[in-house]
């Protein structure tokens, strides 16, 4: 059984900083790409980030390039998303997500999703 967990997400001020993790289980995690994704109330799942098997390359959409740092250690089945200067619109729910294609966006082809993490961002 393949279980994805996130951890790290809570309230922080504008201007802060959070580091969320995923850790993986149930998976042969170095022949997944990873990704972070978010949801906001009322919008879409969005992609945030995404890092290829071995660490390299990645994505980020223009909304967090410069901000945000994805990371993965194939070790320790674990994926990190480093959050900085977060505004008050990165408020959401954070997901960690696995897929099986060599790709950055996977579209609707994630093999595996996590349960999310809240992020609140106050003004």
């Known amino acids: 059984q393949v279980i994805l967990v996130e951890s790290g997400g809570g309230l922080v001020q504008a201007g802060g900083s959070l580091r969320l993790s995923c850790a993986a289980s149930?998976?042969?995690?170095?022949?997944?790409?990873m990704g972070w994704f978010r949801q906001a109330p009322g919008k879409e799942r969005e992609l945030l980030a995404s890092?290829?098997?071995?660490?390299?390359?990645?994505y980020y959409p223009d909304s967090v390039k410069g901000r945000f740092t994805i990371s993965r250690d194939n070790g320790k089945n674990t994926v990190l998303l480093q959050m900085n200067s977060l505004k008050v619109e990165d408020t959401a729910v954070y997901y960690c997500?696995?897929?099986?294609?060599?790709?950055?966006?996977?579209?609707?082809?994630?093999?595996?999703w996590g349960k999310g993490t809240l992020v609140t961002v106050s003004s």
């Open positions: 149930g998976l042969t995690f170095s022949a997944y790409t």
């Open positions: 890092i290829r098997r071995t660490g390299s390359p990645t």
């Open positions: 997500a696995a897929w099986l294609s060599a790709i950055s966006n996977p579209g609707g082809g994630v093999n595996y």
